[in-house]
């Protein structure tokens, strides 16, 4: 593969103040088709990508970049495409609402002095592009053209290419290509004067602030004077590397330890919001419990006895970032300034942290329990908030003799950094292939020694297969839990594995717990038997049990309130066979767990299992079989009684059209999305067109996630992507043609989700009921934050309503109309609305009022 990444040096700083946005609807319009390329979206269908930076197969390259360059020299930005691509500019900041991490951006950037570029709206709407300048009879075309010509300007861009030609080669096509880029000799905007942005009487509060999801957090924020001049000496990443470490005598670990915290990040991400030539900022965000929201003054109060005692200790995508590099750094640093620390400067990094002081902090909690105590509201997104005063008496404990946490301490020895890299003589015959070198009753081992990429690194993974986990929707939360806290139990001691960069993380797939550790082979096996061993010693304790459970609704309810999420969670849902919905999981969660249960169920887990791996890379295959036998000496389980299917049965849909509307819980959210599902035979020729990639794996992880893909499934075909690629080369253009015809055609299997619409009351599904062989009704209804789901399976008479009662008297009541003309009708009927016992029922807030329906299924098919 060949890539290019241009940067041009200029962005929403430079906004006019009459046209917010105007930097980001340029950066479509560019696109719109050159001079030299004037097919509008040509670009699009040449390399499937608009941004400035792209990737495409080394043969194209030179002709893909003489296209990409005409955008910089001759675009037409042709004044027909300016109402579509402000609504494609409008769509993207619709998406970008219903996101924390947004929403929390544009509240601080509000904070800004009046008239600093921070407090710009970058994002741009339909209202700022097309609705205002039309009152203010602007033309924005006009002042589009005008900004390109002064802003769109080589000495202001940087432009880096990676390819396999000659440097030589490379640098001919960029001078003959890139030498026509316009120059307009005018200085680059600074706004380098414009300092200290956020000195100002609002600043060190305590914002309240209603966020999206659910969640709690709290962020603490400083604004320092620019870090950029300090680039050799990255002041900003010692401190984050100390507040952000995760290991024994942390921050983090010893608001674990109080079930106040579930996660800690600090430091500067380096982007042009938190580092820029008027600011950096140094914040700290974390992810509190319930328990640690109520005490959010005590947890501040640690991170800062940790900084304190860091002060007083201190002294004992490759083209795209380079591009960005070029803006900033001088040339012998284009390739490393964003990465190495060059010069170590203990007065540089105390000066820096000396700023880091309660009284220059800006505090902002996250917690949906700030619903309906926010009068306040940001003007773009939003933002529900509050402003107020740091309490007086937490001020003076921060500010003054504050007692250092005997508990917080500077990290141990890291044992393990590998010191062994040397590549491993192969021990049995070289594979093109993994072949299985283990198989018994209790397990099986794939294996393949890497000869290809030749680099001390390695990959283990396990699929530790369970028949409990599906057993029931209760099971299926059980299993999340263990898994999260597994996690959790492995956090503090697996941290400094991390820190060595060795990787692992574990997925509570749908039939088995998934282990997945890589990284320099030399440690990795210490890495993967702390991870086995805490596996067998599983234990939770009431209070983590608690903070879990509670963290676990919230993760439940946020994936719901994504349509996309939403959408796959009821498609998945009315294909598979056996499967349990998020909503049903929310309900087993919300019944009533306990601690005892959860440790009943690691038992159970633990019983009986099926362990199956994949070792690939630096290791020979007698290290490799010790990963598995390590895992059946330590977990003692007993063989599988049977055999335990990996993937769900899918049903039959049947021949005709299905539409399942789903109603979003998110009022506030104005996307949608569809998702057409054609119910099709899995031939091999589809397959190919959707799955083959020609080019070939830049690294070992891509070969290994490719065999891990057959092993999880069980399929084992390894060389899945050979045979593709011969199936490929023999489908004429008639064939798919045909292919597609057919699948598109009135009698196709076809299933159309739509999360969310305004109203799901009405049509759903028209079919013959002589086709069917089962009918049941589900509907799926939220009352003050909690998820109710109602079932019914009527008979299938002619000529009859059926209605379903519902337990909770208050809910909505569906009725199914199955008429003489053989068509079969949903409707809901509304009962008035009567309160729920609170205590039963869900959280005390009840922010959309009334009963809702979320989304209904009528399921008219049954399993193969």
Excluded at 35 to 48: H, I, Q, R
Excluded at 66 to 71: H, I, N, P, S
Excluded at 494 to 511: N, P, R, T
Excluded at 655 to 669: P, R, Y
Aim: aromatic share 12%.
């Amino acid at each position: 593969m060949s890539a290019a990444a241009l940067c041009v040096g200029v962005g929403s700083f430079s906004d006019p103040p009459d046209l917010p946005g105007l930097a980001h609807f340029l950066e479509h319009m560019v696109f719109m088709g050159s001079e030299k390329y004037p097919s509008e979206n040509g670009f699009d269908a040449f390399l499937k990508k608009t941004v400035f930076q792209f990737d495409v197969q080394r043969r194209s390259f030179k002709e893909a970049l003489d296209r990409w360059a005409q955008f910089f020299i001759c675009p037409l930005m042709i004044r027909d495409a300016i109402d579509r691509e402000v609504e494609a500019v409008d769509s993207e900041y619709q998406l970008a609402k219903p996101s924390d991490s947004h929403r929390k951006e544009m509240l601080f950037g509000s904070l800004a002095k009046p008239g600093h570029p921070m407090g710009k709206f970058c994002w741009g709407n339909a209202q700022t592009l097309k609705q205002e300048p039309k009152k203010q009879k602007i033309n924005v075309y006009k002042r589009l053209r005008a900004f390109w010509k002064q802003h769109y300007s080589a000495h202001y861009m940087t432009l880096a290419v990676q390819s396999k030609e000659k440097l030589d080669t490379l640098e001919e096509w960029v001078r003959e290509i890139f030498s026509k880029v316009p120059n307009n000799g005018v200085p680059k905007p600074d706004f380098s004067d414009l300092l200290d942005p956020f000195d100002t009487a609002g600043f060190n509060k305590l914002y309240r602030v209603v966020p999206v999801r659910k969640v709690h957090a709290l962020n603490i924020t400083w604004a320092l004077p620019p870090q950029e001049q300090h680039y050799r000496v990255k002041p900003l990443h010692y401190i984050s590397w100390l507040i952000g470490h995760e290991g024994t005598g942390s921050i983090l670990s010893v608001l674990r330890k109080r079930c106040w915290a579930l996660a800690l990040f600090g430091g500067n991400s380096e982007t042009g919001f938190d580092q820029n030539t008027t600011y950096s900022i140094f914040s700290i965000s974390i992810t509190l419990t319930d328990e640690g929201f109520q005490n959010f003054y005590q947890v501040r109060r640690h991170s800062v006895s940790q900084m304190l005692k860091a002060n007083a200790t201190f002294f004992e995508n490759y083209v795209e970032d380079v591009c960005e590099n070029m803006q900033l750094f001088p040339k012998e640093d284009f390739l490393t300034g964003d990465q190495l620390m060059f010069t170590y400067d203990p007065e540089v990094i105390s000066g820096a942290l000396s700023l880091l002081t309660p009284d220059r902090a800006n505090l902002m909690l996250l917690s949906p329990e700030h619903e309906g105590r926010c009068p306040l509201r940001e003007k773009w997104f939003g933002t529900q908030y509050s402003v107020e005063d740091i309490a007086p008496e937490w001020m003076e404990k921060w500010s003054g003799n504050l007692e250092l946490d005997s508990s917080l301490h500077l990290p141990a020895e890291n044992e393990f950094i590998a010191t062994d890299f040397s590549l491993k003589p192969s021990d049995c015959s070289d594979t093109e292939l993994p072949i299985r070198i283990v198989d018994s009753e209790k397990g099986c081992l794939w294996y393949k020694k890497d000869n290809k990429f030749k680099i001390p690194k390695a990959y283990i993974r396990f699929h530790i297969i369970s028949p409990v986990i599906q057993k029931s929707a209760r099971n299926v939360v059980l299993f999340d839990l263990l898994v999260n806290i597994l996690g959790y139990n492995l956090a503090e001691p697996a941290y400094e594995a991390e820190v060595a960069q060795l990787d692992y993380k574990l997925v509570s797939g749908e039939h088995g717990l998934v282990i997945k550790v890589k990284g320099f082979n030399h440690k990795l096996p210490l890495l993967f038997r702390l991870i086995i061993d805490h596996l067998a010693s599983f234990w939770a304790s009431p209070g983590v049990f608690s903070m879990f459970s509670e963290q676990l609704k919230k993760t439940y309810f946020n994936i719901l309130i994504k349509p996309e999420k939403l959408g796959k969670d009821v498609r998945l849902l009315i294909l598979e066979h056996s499967r349990w919905s998020m909503v049903e999981k929310y309900q087993a969660l919300t019944a009533g767990l306990t601690v005892d249960d959860l440790m009943d169920f690691s038992r159970s887990f633990k019983s009986q299992l099926f362990a199956e791996g994949l070792v690939q890379g630096n290791f020979t295959s007698m290290e490799s079989a010790q990963f598995l036998q390590y895992v059946t000496d330590k977990l003692q389980f007993s063989k599988l009684p049977a055999e335990v299917p990996v993937m769900f049965r899918v049903v039959e849909l049947p021949q005709t059209h299905h539409i399942c509307k789903v109603k979003t819980l998110n009022k506030g959210d104005a996307n949608s999305e569809v998702t057409v599902y054609y119910h099709v035979a899995c031939a091999l020729q589809v397959t190919a067109l959707v799955k083959l990639k020609e080019c070939e794996d830049t690294h070992l992880g891509e070969e290994v996630d490719r065999n891990w893909a057959e092993v999880l499934t069980q399929q084992y075909v390894f060389d899945r992507l050979h045979r593709e690629i011969a199936a490929l080369k023999q489908i004429t253009k008639e064939e798919l043609v045909s292919w597609f015809q057919e699948h598109r055609a009135p009698s196709s299997r076809k299933l159309s989700v739509h999360p969310p619409v305004t109203k799901v009351y009405e049509h759903v599904c028209t079919c013959e009921p002589a086709n069917v062989t089962k009918l049941s009704v589900t509907v799926f209804v939220i009352f003050r934050d909690s998820l109710f789901m109602l079932n019914h399976s009527p008979s299938l008479e002619s000529s009859v309503v059926i209605s379903v009662t519902s337990s909770c008297r208050s809910l909505p009541v569906p009725k199914i109309v199955i008429s003489s003309a053989k068509r079969i009708h949903f409707s809901l009927v509304e009962t008035s609305q009567r309160s729920f016992n609170k205590n039963s029922f869900g959280p005390n807030t009840d922010p959309w009022g009334t009963p809702q329906v979320m989304f209904l299924i009528l399921d008219l098919c049954s399993p193969i």
